[in-house]
């Protein structure tokens, strides 16, 4: 009797267990709809019934919880296995931040050796990429495909925009909820007509400037592209746009200077089109090596935030943040600043000079490192190789003011400093310099 009883209540066990993962998987939400749309001349996404301007950041390894925080409403990958995150992991902790993704598909560049004459690996490309779209593809914090980052790029055959357009008919064909697209570095006519006439079937054109995005309402005009676009990389000057000291060095700009570019480039060049853009993609809510461990990113490798992420808080939304980051004043290296060619000789003794000011009245603190020109330099934000710091040369690293020994190896250097609030927020600042000639 006793087994007949245990059976009926495990029978009944499982057919409730049955019942509620039916009605988990009845209830679980599916692709969320989205289409571009123009009317009276005017472009717009279109998400779940809603018009959508995009207010999002490139982020693959960052924090997607900040970008929430600070206003943003979805991010953008350039691959859908990025190595540290499956691309549904992604597109889960998004959703639970309630963030929609653009999500980036890897597609081979003929800057590093792929020929798009090969027919057989372009059919091998399109039928890996099928495989991903088909996993990912009913996830509802999806907006919209990337396919490609920067196919432009030194490339030369343009066939690369033949295999481009058959995905995107792929795509559209096996997820009809998803618009497609795929990222330029710049914009000119002779991409845009290659564009038009080989891939037709995209929806959308990503956009990807830096300190020349201020031009671009003029080159869209040049170019002939009227349809709508979304800027999917701006923000930091470029390393190829900035000055250079005499041996070569760019001089990159402190965390303050690229804030106030971040402000004046947004209101030059994303706010006024209310016709064509689609919204933008900062560039970069994280760290990244590249020429520095700080050009590009918004943040530091130890998390804290800069005045960048400020700026993009108030533009989304329309207040300052509840701290703000501190602010450099000045920066200098010997008495003398990054752009006066600083040299020193091996072994020399020297001083660097930090002033910062915080808005919020926060105590600061200070650190300061110093590494080699980095070497290993790449393009099209390919990765690269962070200089080693070398050690025991800065007297007093936690200081505002600091003397030091230069390295003893002749060659190009940098010295690096920051200044945190001690509140989750920091500035930064980095002076190139050389060490010629005798002791």
């Not at 571009?36 to 999002?56: C, D, E, M």
């Not at 499956?86 to 639970?96: E, K």
């Not at 064509?276 to 590009?296: A, D, H, I, M, N």
Request: net charge neutral; with cysteine.
């Amino acid at each position: 009797m006793r087994a007949v009883v245990r059976t009926t209540v495990a029978l009944l066990t499982v057919c409730a267990l049955a019942a509620c993962a039916n009605q988990t998987m009845q209830t679980k939400p599916g692709p969320t709809h989205v289409s571009v749309q123009t009317a009276n001349g005017k472009s717009q996404l279109i998400v779940a019934g809603k018009p959508f301007y995009v207010k999002g950041a490139g982020l693959e390894f960052g924090n997607p919880e900040t970008l929430a925080a600070n206003g943003g409403n979805a991010m953008r990958t350039w691959r859908t296995e990025n190595g540290k995150s499956s691309g549904r992991a992604v597109l889960d902790r998004a959703w639970g931040n309630g963030l929609y993704v653009v999500m980036g598909i890897e597609i081979a560049r003929e800057r590093h050796g792929f020929n798009y004459d090969n027919a057989d690996d372009v059919r091998r490309q399109f039928e890996q990429v099928k495989s991903e779209v088909l996993a990912l593809k009913d996830h509802p914090a999806l907006i919209l495909w990337s396919i490609g980052n920067e196919l432009n790029l030194n490339s030369k055959n343009p066939k690369v925009w033949n295999a481009v357009n058959d995905i995107s008919r792929m795509i559209h064909e096996i997820d009809p909820h998803h618009p497609t697209m795929t990222t330029l570095a710049g914009i000119n006519k002779d991409v845009v007509d290659h564009i038009k006439s080989r891939a037709p079937d995209l929806d959308v054109l990503g956009v990807q400037m830096y300190a020349d995005i201020v031009n671009l309402p003029r080159y869209l005009k040049e170019s002939g592209w009227t349809r709508p676009y979304l800027v999917t990389e701006w923000g930091a000057t470029g390393h190829w746009e900035v000055p250079k000291t005499e041996w070569g060095a760019p001089i990159e700009n402190d965390s303050s200077t690229k804030a106030d570019f971040y402000r004046q480039r947004f209101n030059a060049a994303i706010r006024p089109d209310a016709t064509q853009c689609l919204g933008s993609f900062v560039f970069l809510w994280e760290q990244k090596q590249e020429r520095t461990p700080t050009w590009y990113g918004m943040f530091l490798d130890s998390g804290e935030k800069t005045a960048t992420v400020d700026v993009m808080h108030e533009i989304w939304k329309g207040t300052p943040p509840p701290n703000r980051s501190p602010r450099l004043v000045s920066a200098t290296l010997d008495g003398k600043t990054a752009a006066q060619n600083i040299r020193l000789r091996p072994g020399q003794r020297a001083s660097a000079r930090i002033e910062a000011t915080d808005a919020d009245g926060d105590a600061l603190t200070y650190r300061w490192e110093i590494m080699e020109e980095s070497r290993d330099l790449k393009e099209g934000g390919d990765p690269e190789i962070r200089p080693p710091t070398l050690r025991n040369l800065v007297d007093h690293a936690s200081r505002a003011d600091t003397p030091f020994t230069a390295p003893r190896e002749p060659g190009a250097y940098r010295l690096f400093g920051y200044v945190y609030d001690g509140k989750g927020a920091a500035a930064h600042v980095n002076m190139p310099f050389l060490v010629a000639g005798e002791r």
